[in-house]
Each structure stands twice: as structure tokens, then as C-alpha cells.
């Protein structure tokens, strides 16, 4: 059997350095992502049989009926023979976004992303573009409340051996072209109504996080960038592939890289509509996004993360087991780390907010 990472919910992990679980064969490690409500009548035993090694709870309770199930689940996976992990996301943040909108990234340059959302009206002077629901930590205003959030969600639970940190970027359409994939500033403008940060801030906030659990191993999680055949299909004939994007991606990885011995990589073939013939077999893409993180930053002033050092996080919803094992055949033969199998959705959606320009 092999070892195996669980989580409900949104099927995430990654394993760092020699605490790894060694493969069997050519298998890497699996992840199961399971949300806690998930896990009330789950046989933990079974899914230790069934090759999982570790078992990953999503926090998204503070307080409450809610936060009550996940510790109940934290617990049963502690004390089973299954490690105990977490899974917090980052970026995509509904509730930081609802209570400081100022704080979201913004959809300024590019107008492409208006094919999306052809109805929506023109921002005024005193307006600006925000993309909701997306809170990155590119923001010093952000970064401390993130890091205050993570706190806050980790109060009172189990240990875990890992803390995986989804999305440790800016939000999609960056440039304002409309990609999901297109993540790799905050503001491509120059209205701002936050405090912008370098480009090391998502490993200063992977410190900062394992500074608050020591103990723990603090896992980054991050999409691939835009692709050559993407202009006309989903960038509305952007050309930032040949410009900006990996160049900037690529500065953001390196620092990331030095504090963090693994790396995810959100392979959600189906979710960002990359189920095409052109990567040739069946969830051909996982291992072209994978490579990715080998091919492209050599060649956009940046170093290659090799595959050993990758997690790859493939979608275990809204696909076949057929399909599932093709991403996960896919991860394989890349040589990855480990795989994460995503039962449940890991929500990747976003849409325009005008806000005021100089609001609270």
C-alpha cells in the first residue's frame, strides 16, 4: 500500500524533505483532502488501507457548530495511524475580503477579463475594479491578517505534522486578461489601495507561519502560469506568456524555493478547462503543468524546481475514477514527491467589485 495524505473537501497535500513517507515502486505518496463533516463516518482504518498516509482537515471555523466538527475530526485523525494535517486557504478569502474589500487584488490594465462579464459597468473616477473574493498576502495589510487568521484557526486544535498553505499568490486575471492561471501581481495599474510587498513575500509568510508551529511542516501551494497556445484561447490575445508573467512568477518561486523543500501545485485539470487534446493523453496537462515548474523558469531568469521536490494536487471531484487515475499516472511519471487527491471541490472563482478608491 501506499502511504497516503487525506483531506475532505479539497483534496490538497504535500510532504517536505526526509520525513517524507518513501514511495513503493514508481508511486509517489498519496494525500487524501477531506472536509471534517466528511470524516464523522469515515472508517479511518479503511483509508489507511486503502494507501493514505496522512489525513488533511480544511479549517474554516473559528467558533461554532463548525469549528466544534473539525476539531472532533482533528482528533479521531490524531489518534488513528494516520498523520494529522491541515489545509488553510489563503488567497481566495471570503471573509477577509467581505470585511476589508480595500484589501483584495484589483483588475486594472489589460480589459480582456470584460469578455467574462460583458454587463458590467465602467468603474468612475473615484472607483476602482477589485477582484472578489481574492485577499493575497502581496499586501502588508493582508500578510498580517492572514497571519493573524492562521493563528486564530490552528487555537485549540491537535498538532498537526503539516500545515499546507493554498494559493500563496495574487488572484486570477492579474493583468487584467482573464486567465485563471494569470497570477502573478496584485495591481498591473497604478491605482492602489493597499501596501504593496516584494517579491518574497509569500516565503516570508511561509516563516512566519512556521515560526507560530515550529513542530509542524508549513507547505506553500501554487498554480502554473499562462501558456504560448493561451493568447487567443483564454487570454483574449494577451501576450504576457512571451512578457511578464513567468518572468514575474519565476522571482516569486526562487525565495519560496530556499524555505520550503516541497512545493504543491493545484494540477485541477478539469476545474481550469485544460482537458484538451493538445496535451495528448488523458489529463495530459498535470504533467505539463508539473514540467512546467522545470522548463519555464530556467528560461525567464529563474531556477528549476524539480519534480522530487513537487506535490501534485489533482482533482478527485467531478471526474471518473478512470480519469483520477490518469492525473495520478501522470504525477507518477513525473517522479513527484507525492499526489493529493482533491475529492471535493477547491474553489478557484472570481469576479469583478467596483469599491471606492478612498474608502475605510
Known amino acids: 500500500m501506499q ?30 483532502l477531506a472536509l471534517a463533516d466528511q470524516l464523522q463516518d469515515t472508517e479511518l482504518d479503511a483509508v489507511h488501507r486503502q494507501g493514505y498516509f496522512s489525513v488533511a482537515i480544511p479549517l474554516t471555523q473559528r467558533d461554532g457548530e463548525g469549528r466544534h466538527v473539525q476539531k472532533s475530526a482533528a482528533e479521531r485523525v490524531a489518534g488513528s495511524r494516520l498523520e494529522l ?43 476602482i475594479v477589485k477582484n472578489y473574493p481574492w485577499v493575497p ?3 502588508q495589510e493582508a ?19 503539516t500545515i499546507y498553505l493554498n494559493d500563496l499568490q495574487a488572484a486570477p486575471s ?24 516584494d517579491d518574497r513575500a ?37 501576450g504576457c506568456f512571451d512578457g511578464i508573467c513567468w518572468r514575474a512568477f519565476s522571482k516569486q518561486l526562487a525565495p519560496l524555493a530556499e524555505v520550503s523543500p516541497t512545493i ?16 495528448g493523453p488523458p489529463a495530459g496537462w498535470v504533467g505539463h503543468a508539473l514540467e512546467s515548474l522545470q522548463s519555464m523558469p530556467p528560461i525567464r531568469d529563474g531556477e528549476a524546481v524539480p519534480a522530487k521536490r513537487l506535490a501534485a494536487v489533482v482533482q478527485g471531484w467531478d471526474v471518473s475514477e478512470e480519469q483520477l487515475r490518469a492525473q495520478v499516472e501522470q504525477a507518477n511519471r513525473l517522479g513527484v514527491r507525492q499526489v493529493v487527491v482533491a475529492r471535493a471541490p477547491i474553489d478557484q472563482s472570481w469576479e469583478p467589485r467596483i469599491i471606492p478608491r478612498n474608502g475605510p
Open 174 to 197: 492579474a493583468c487584467g486578461c482573464g486567465h485563471s492561471l494569470c497570477r502573478w501581481t496584485t495591481d498591473y495599474g497604478p491605482l492602489r489601495t493597499a501596501t504593496r510587498l
Open 137 to 139: 498576502i502581496g499586501y
Open 3 to 32: 502511504p497516503v495524505i487525506v483531506m475532505i473537501g479539497v483534496w490538497s497535500c504535500v510532504w517536505i524533505g526526509a520525513v517524507c513517507p518513501t514511495a513503493i515502486g514508481d508511486e509517489a505518496p498519496r494525500v487524501l
Open 264 to 279: 504543491g501545485v493545484l494540477a485541477l485539470y478539469r476545474l481550469f478547462d485544460r482537458d484538451r487534446p493538445r496535451y
Open 85 to 127: 494535517a491541515y489545509w488553510i486557504e489563503i488567497g481566495r478569502c471570503v471573509e477577509l475580503a467581505d470585511s476589508n474589500p480595500r484589501w483584495m487584488a484589483s483588475l486594472q490594465g489589460h480589459s480582456e477579463w470584460r469578455r467574462l462579464f460583458p454587463r458590467f459597468p465602467k468603474p468612475g473616477d473615484d472607483e
Open 143 to 161: 500578510f498580517d491578517a492572514h497571519r493573524e487568521r492562521v493563528r486564530q484557526l490552528l487555537e485549540g486544535l491537535p498538532p498537526p505534522r
Open 202 to 238: 509569500a516565503a516570508r509568510f511561509v516563516n512566519a507561519i512556521q515560526e507560530m508551529v515550529p513542530a509542524a511542516r508549513v507547505v506553500p501551494v501554487l498554480a502554473t502560469e499562462c501558456e504560448q497556445a493561451d493568447k487567443e484561447e483564454v487570454c483574449g490575445g494577451v
